[in-house]
């Protein structure tokens, strides 16, 4: 199947670039707001959300450990370590969304339980009105907006917004039905999470120059990406975003951006032929991060990755530092957001099911 490029450049799956309100991609996102309430409290990273979050509980309570899945996103992991040293690991799968997980097997009241809404497929299952539960924080990151996100009923929640949206950083964070207590923001300067706005801004300009007008090169937006994740990570505060990151997030995160991606997971999903080399990870009646495959064979997995790269697709392994106890562990998210449309899905489906050919011949 041949791809007609006229003179945008097309890829699947990587990092976002600025839009523009008169771009295609922009009008199918715009086309579907949410009216949010307004108690979501923005900050500059997810991270910093979560600091803000943990930095209001610890006001008010002595806490006595802060259980964090073990399966998550490294940067994540470092941070809390770097700021508390009552952190605890649980294990969970986070593919198997239908186990029911009893988290207050291990964690007591006065301790604090991080539950991550894996690829957007998990619903947890507790009783709010448990006066003998720990304090539970749920994070949204790969679920934004998607309806365990929106009926939450989680003591606190948090979300990156970066990864939705062509925003500079970005993280939100509340508590279901009411505002976060006073003071929101700490009143320190932080340069790295400034340096990270600036940085970061450059890359997604330069990336839309890339493939809009077919300037520049890809290794100077991707050297610009990765600076920019490590003055992220360099940051350590819950600052006010600056006016201009604060606009941007409050214009995007009221934009649907599971309408596009649903209709967009339906078209691939009707396409890819099933394959014994990956299971494609689904929820009936969720909407997830992406196109979720997940792996058995590193070899295969590492395969197909080199295989998509070719065909300009970029999936993305989440997250490497981890392990699983299970034979299925070897994970890839593709984005399938409101950036593509239906002859994009045509084209990865097609990719996908050109590279399970080529497995099947070479066991011939
Ligand atoms: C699940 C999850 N939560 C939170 C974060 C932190 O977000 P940020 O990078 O915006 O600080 C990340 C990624 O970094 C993540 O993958």
Known sequence: MKRKFISVKREIGSSFYKLN???????????????????????????????????????????KHIWIPEYYCHNVTGFLERNYDTIKYYYINPFEY???????????????????????????????????????????????LTQQCL???????????????????????WRPGSMLEEPYYETKADEAIEDAHIILSQSINKKRSFLKDDKGDKKSYLNLLSAGEAQITESNSYVRPNPELYEALEHYISLDINVVKS??????????????????????????????????????????????????????????????????????????????????????AHCVNEWSETQVLSTI
């Not at 600091?51 to 309570?61: F, T, V």
């Not at 009783?127 to 990151?141: A, F, K, T």
């Not at 990870?281 to 058995?296: A, H, Q, S, T």
């Not at 697709?313 to 562990?329: C, G, T, V």
Request: hydrophobic share 35%.
């Open 151 to 173: 009926n939450s009923q989680a003591d606190y929640c948090l979300a990156s917004v970066r990864k939705s949206y062509p925003v500079s950083g970005g993280g939100v964070a």
């Open 21 to 63: 309100s008169e771009d295609k991609e922009y009008k199918a996102l715009a086309d579907n707001k949410i009216e949010l309430e307004d108690h979501y409290t923005l900050y500059s990273s997810g991270r910093s959300a979560f600091l803000a979050i943990l930095e209001e509980i610890h006001r008010s309570k002595d806490v």
């Open 263 to 348: 209709e967009n997971l339906q078209t691939v999903l009707e396409l890819i032929k099933p394959s014994s080399h990956f299971q494609i990870v689904n929820r009936e009646g969720y909407i997830p991060f992406g196109l979720l495959l997940l792996f058995k064979d590193e070899a295969s997995f590492k395969d197909f990755k080199t295989f998509c790269i070719q065909k300009n697709i970029y999936p993305a392994n989440l997250w490497p530092d981890n392990d699983l106890r299970s034979e299925w562990k070897y994970f890839f998210n593709i984005h399938i957001d409101f950036r593509y449309d239906d002859e994009d899905m045509r084209y990865l």
């Open 98 to 144: 239908q186990t029911k997980f009893n988290f207050q097997d291990f964690a007591k009241k006065g301790d604090v339980i991080v539950l991550n809404n894996y690829w957007g497929l998990f619903n947890y299952d507790y009783d709010p009105q448990n006066q003998d539960r720990p304090i539970i924080i749920e994070d949204h990151s790969h679920g934004w």
